[in-house]
């Protein structure tokens, strides 16, 4: 389903990633491990659409990301892909709900009666009305995951995101991204520094020096 041949990226004259081959599966649940600044959240900006590579190809669904107009990549970005964050990235002036309900208002989608079930999925459904100050950091990050999913992405990118959370929580969210993987077909790409997390998913890659090891 997504498959990345010799991608390359720099930052300047920097090369970032040196030569990425990276191919997921569809309902595959692969972790990326790689220490801080060795072009994991890079990467997975690349497969999300945000960025695109110097060199290479990054197919989805076999489309190439590059031939697509600014159009079709942000079409791809809002309506093909769930991201998941470090810092849940939530916007703070709105409750649980409205948060959750973004990605439909982005994608002209008028009808939100998905987002409680979501919210359910997620076992937030009896904080919709909060704000996000009002949450723990683990619940904060599960309405980030029903985000992610309401509007019914194929692909769901998670950087780091049991990065500033307890190992409880970090579990807690492991154990819903693996289910949604498993039960829910969805294409799972996480990148992480702990070896922990990554042990949640079928597969664990290792990026260093801007290549997947083998
Ligand atoms: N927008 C940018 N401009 C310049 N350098 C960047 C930019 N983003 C990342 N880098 C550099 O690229 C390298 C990889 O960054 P990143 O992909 O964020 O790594 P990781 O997520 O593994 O910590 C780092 O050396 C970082 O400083
Ligand atoms: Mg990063």
Redesign the pocket.
Known sequence: MIHLIDVEKY??Q?P?LKGINLSVERGEFVSVM????????????LIGGMDLPDRGSIKVNGRELSSFSDDQLTAYRRQEVGFIFQFFNLLPNITVFENVRMPLLLNDIADSSGVRGYLQRVGMADKTDRFPHELSGGEQQRVAIARALVHAPEIILA??PTGSLDTKNSRDVMDLLAALAKEEGKTVVL?T?EDYIARFSQKVLR?SDGVILA
């Open positions: 930052y300047g920097t970032v790689g220490s801080s600044g060795s072009g994991k959240s890079t990467l997975l900006n950087d780091e990148v520094h990026i």
